[in-house]
């Protein structure tokens, strides 16, 4: 075996390791964001209540239930620009941390998510994506709900 098939066979074992990194960072994400079910409206109601402190429990449950769900294809999407830039941003010694499968890890590895999707550059994307699906004002269909049900009596 000469230097070149030894290099090449390291470069090989580097991405295939790189692969199976980028693939369960991928899985650990998706599991996460792309819920459904009780899970997503759980997680639509904690957020919602901590937007907007103070609102009943039926409000907040009307201001998630407006948010419609979006297609698996754009979370997808969007976890595949995370790991791109995870991979070109961070050194292999702490993605290997991050990927460790432990509660503290997986926590680590979507609060990295979050900021990413907090970024400048996300924001814009993320604003593209929903125009394009058809979906650009979908805030506004939380607020509409809102101005519906403030200006409706309450019942006591």
Request: proline share 5%.
């Amino acid at each position: 075996m000469n230097l070149s098939d030894t290099v090449r066979r390291e470069q090989s074992r580097k991405t295939m390791k790189e692969a199976q990194l980028r693939q369960f960072i991928a899985e650990r994400v998706l599991s996460r964001v792309a819920g459904k079910g009780e899970r997503r409206d759980e997680a639509l109601r904690t957020v919602i209540d901590l937007a907007i402190p103070n609102l009943d429990d039926n409000s907040v449950a009307g201001i998630a239930a407006a948010i419609p769900e979006l297609p698996i294809s754009l979370y997808r999407k969007w976890v595949a620009m995370f790991v791109d830039r995870l991979m070109e941003t961070v050194c292999p010694p702490q993605i290997e941390e991050l990927c460790r499968g432990t509660p503290e890890s997986d926590a680590s590895l979507l609060l990295v998510y979050v900021m990413f999707m907090e970024s400048a550059r996300m924001e814009r994307v993320v604003a593209q994506d929903l125009k394009a699906l058809g979906k650009k004002n979908v805030p506004d269909a939380a607020d509409a709900w809102l101005r519906l049900h403030a200006t409706m009596p309450t019942e006591h």
